[in-house]
Structure formats: C-alpha cells, structure tokens
C-alpha cells in the first residue's frame, strides 16, 4: 500500500532564510512523486514532480525537492523564502504499480515572516 | 486552456437537500478525479474515471453519494440526502491519464449543509 507522511503540521522561517518541508513516502515499487501547493481558498497548485533521473527536482516559484531513494524521503527545498511563499503544502506518491491514484499526506502550513 | 472547471464555487443548503457538484475536466485529459477537503480527515479521493468508466470508488462515503461522468468532459458528483457532515470543499481534478502525469485541480466548491 502506499503511504506519505509529512511529520510536521507546520513549518516557521523567516523572509529571506531557506526553508524546508519534509516529506516521507512508502510504495511497493518505484515512485512517482509531487509537490502541491494551496493558497487559502483556491485549489492545489502543482510546484514540481520526481519521475526518473536527477534526484534534485526544480519547480514553480524558485522550489525544488530532493528524492532520497534510500531515506524514502521527497523535501521540499526554497534557498530564500518569501512571505508570499506562506501556504498550505502538500506531498503525494503515485506508486508504478497502483494506477492513477495519488495519495497524499496530510499537509503543512507553512509560515514565512517578515 | 481555461483549467479544470468547476460549478458552482459556493453551495448553502438544508439537510436532506439534493446537491449536485459539476466539473470539467481540462479538454484531452482522460482521466477524473473527486476529492473532498475537511480539517478533520484531509483531502480524501473520493472516485477516479478512466475515459468516463469509475475505476475506483473505494473513496466514497456511503450510498448517498454517487458520481457520474457521461461523456469526456463533464461529470456530476451527487448528494442525496445532504447531512451536515457532508459540509466541506469538493475538488476535481484531471489528469492524462499516464501514472507520471499530473493531475491539475480545479478550484473547489464549497458545500455547507445546514
């Protein structure tokens, strides 16, 4: 079965420091894997997708996220933050093997202040 | 293109109300995805169409819910009756239909059953 976790309900930084949101996956075979982001009241927003090759991702709006194949760990990585940067982020995993269906995690606020 | 459609943005309604949730899917996508929102459970996937047949409808809730998608750009998410535990944020998403495609969500409908 295919799981994600991401162990923090929220993440503090200050404008300007780099951030990062964790993200921990388990599939059974190899992954697909993706960041969403959503700004109060709208839908999810794709930032960036790991499907093969580097393990350094870069996406949308200066993010990007590391695949650890052997920590089973997709962080997502800003070397600046923006207060507007402050959101709600979502990991997901789509296993090979599991079809069209993501699953996501449970989400982290993110708090950038100035 | 305009995105993934969905109508209406807001719905206020009494218990035991019929609600119906529209959604169009970005034009050549083939795959349809609901999900729904709450504080409490998350985003949850609801049921997922492959070039309109359901493929998976583990997600809903009970038989007051049901989901249609008649052809390849609309399909219906229906409450009948409406509980107020049914009150949260719908989305739908699509997606081409490949496991390492994307799925671009929509902006949601806001449900509140009274």
């Given at each position: 079965?295919?799981?994600?976790?991401?162990?923090?309900?929220?993440?503090?930084?200050?404008?300007?420091?780099?951030?990062?949101?964790?993200?921990?996956?388990?599939?059974?075979?190899?992954?697909?894997?993706?960041?969403?982001?959503?700004?109060?009241?709208?839908?999810?927003?794709?930032?960036?997708?790991y499907?093969?090759?580097?393990?350094?991702?870069?996406?949308?709006?200066?993010?990007?996220?590391?695949?650890?194949?052997?920590?089973?760990?997709?962080?997502?990585?800003?070397?600046?933050?923006?207060?507007?940067?402050?959101?709600?982020?979502?990991?997901?995993?789509?296993?090979?093997?599991?079809?069209?269906?993501?699953?996501?995690?449970?989400?982290?606020?993110?708090?950038?202040?100035? | 293109?305009?995105?993934?459609?969905?109508?209406?943005?807001?719905?206020?309604?009494?218990?035991?109300?019929?609600?119906?949730?529209?959604?169009?899917?970005?034009?050549?996508?083939?795959?349809l995805?609901?999900y729904?929102?709450?504080?409490?459970?998350?985003?949850?996937?609801?049921?997922?169409?492959?070039?309109n047949?359901?493929?998976?409808?583990?997600?809903?809730?009970?038989?007051?819910?049901?989901?249609?998608?008649?052809?390849?750009?609309?399909?219906?998410?229906?409450?009948?009756?409406?509980?107020?535990?049914?009150?949260?944020?719908?989305?739908?998403?699509?997606?081409?239909?490949?496991?390492?495609?994307?799925?671009?969500?929509?902006?949601?409908?806001?449900?509140?059953?009274?």
């Amino acid at each position: 079965a295919q799981s994600v976790a991401q162990p923090e309900d929220q993440v503090n930084v200050a404008e300007g420091n780099p951030l990062t949101v964790k993200c921990t996956y388990s599939v059974s075979g190899n992954p697909y894997l993706f960041w969403y982001v959503q700004y109060p009241n709208r839908g999810l927003q794709f930032l960036l997708k790991y499907i093969t090759g580097d393990n350094l991702v870069k996406g949308s709006y200066g993010f990007e996220a590391e695949f650890n194949k052997s920590q089973t760990s997709f962080h997502l990585k800003k070397p600046s933050a923006l207060v507007s940067d402050s959101a709600l982020y979502f990991c997901a995993v789509r296993d090979m093997l599991g079809g069209n269906k993501l699953v996501f995690g449970a989400g982290t606020i993110l708090r950038v202040k100035s | 293109d305009a995105g993934v459609i969905q109508s209406p943005r807001h719905e206020v309604t009494e218990m035991g109300q019929e609600v119906t949730l529209r959604c169009k899917p970005i034009s050549g996508h083939n795959s349809l995805f609901w999900y729904r929102q709450t504080m409490m459970r998350g985003l949850e996937l609801l049921i997922y169409f492959n070039n309109n047949v359901p493929i998976d409808d583990s997600g809903m809730p009970e038989d007051r819910f049901s989901a249609k998608m008649p052809n390849a750009s609309f399909s219906t998410l229906k409450i009948q009756p409406s509980e107020p535990r049914d009150s949260a944020v719908y989305f739908c998403a699509s997606s081409s239909g490949l496991p390492q495609e994307t799925q671009y969500f929509g902006p949601g409908t806001r449900l509140l059953v009274l």
